[in-house]
């Protein structure tokens, strides 16, 4: 069901930036793309999301190519709290034809 | 502001009981959508309500059921339960665009 392609892992050092890829070839002109992560079976936290621009928030980076068929997720100084799973999804913004898809995720391990 | 709320947080059953999960969205938001992860694996989709009406179910048999209150909050209500029923049922609400998680019911069929 969904719409997206994630590595299933990747490590990253503690202070280094952790660079998560997703790739979502079939993204329609009004889906939007999200990133959530899951910290050890405890509710999905929102992150950031963007139509075509790069985004940026307190907590990540957002880089959508200019085809918009992938983006990445970037974490610019990772830290142990950071260790988590990373779903990217893609979902239009239009109320009533917003239905959410989360594939497997890519678990990041940050390491001291 | 309130996030989104589920209860209980814990839940233990016998084979062949009923469960009845609740979840309260986020004050405004108008779509619930509901979730099953079993331990170590992903989230698989169970039902989407939005304005009241069922919108979309996952590949999931028809003792997962559900509804949407006037007031937004919704039901998960899942009948006859089996051993891999056991898992953390996660809700989460929305209005448009951002989707918001509670911490989830964790479920435990024995």
């Known amino acids: 069901d969904a719409k997206t392609t994630q590595p299933p892992s990747m490590d990253c050092a503690e202070g280094r930036a952790a660079n998560l890829p997703c790739n979502h070839s079939?993204?329609?002109?009004?889906?939007?793309v999200y990133w959530y992560r899951q910290i050890h079976s405890q509710g999905p936290q929102y992150i950031i999301h963007?139509?075509?621009n790069n985004e940026t928030n307190e907590m990540a980076s957002l880089i959508i190519t200019e085809d918009r068929k992938s983006s990445t997720l970037i974490l610019p100084h990772a830290t142990l709290r950071d260790t988590a799973v990373y779903y990217c999804?893609?979902?239009?913004?239009?109320?009533?034809?917003?239905?959410?898809?989360f594939g497997a995720g890519t678990r990041l391990t940050v390491k001291p | 502001e309130a996030g989104v709320t589920q209860s209980p947080t814990h839940l233990i059953k016998t084979r062949g009981q009923q469960a009845t999960l609740r979840c309260s969205p986020i004050?405004?938001?108008?779509?619930v959508y509901w979730y099953q992860q079993a331990l170590g694996l992903g989230l698989q989709f169970l039902l989407w309500?939005?304005?009241?009406?069922?919108?979309n179910r996952g590949n999931f048999p028809p003792r997962f059921s559900g509804r949407q209150f006037p007031n937004y909050s919704s039901e998960l209500n899942v009948n006859a339960l089996e051993l891999e029923d056991s898992a953390l049922y996660l809700c989460?609400?929305?209005?448009?665009?951002?989707?918001?998680f509670g911490q989830g019911t964790r479920l435990t069929v024995v």
């Open positions: 989460a609400s929305s209005l448009v665009a951002g989707a918001f």
């Open positions: 079939t993204i329609s002109g009004n889906e939007y």
């Open positions: 963007g139509l075509k």
């Open positions: 999804i893609v979902r239009v913004a239009e109320r009533g034809n917003n239905d959410m898809r």
């Open positions: 004050s405004g938001h108008t779509s």
């Open positions: 309500y939005d304005e009241g009406e069922e919108r």
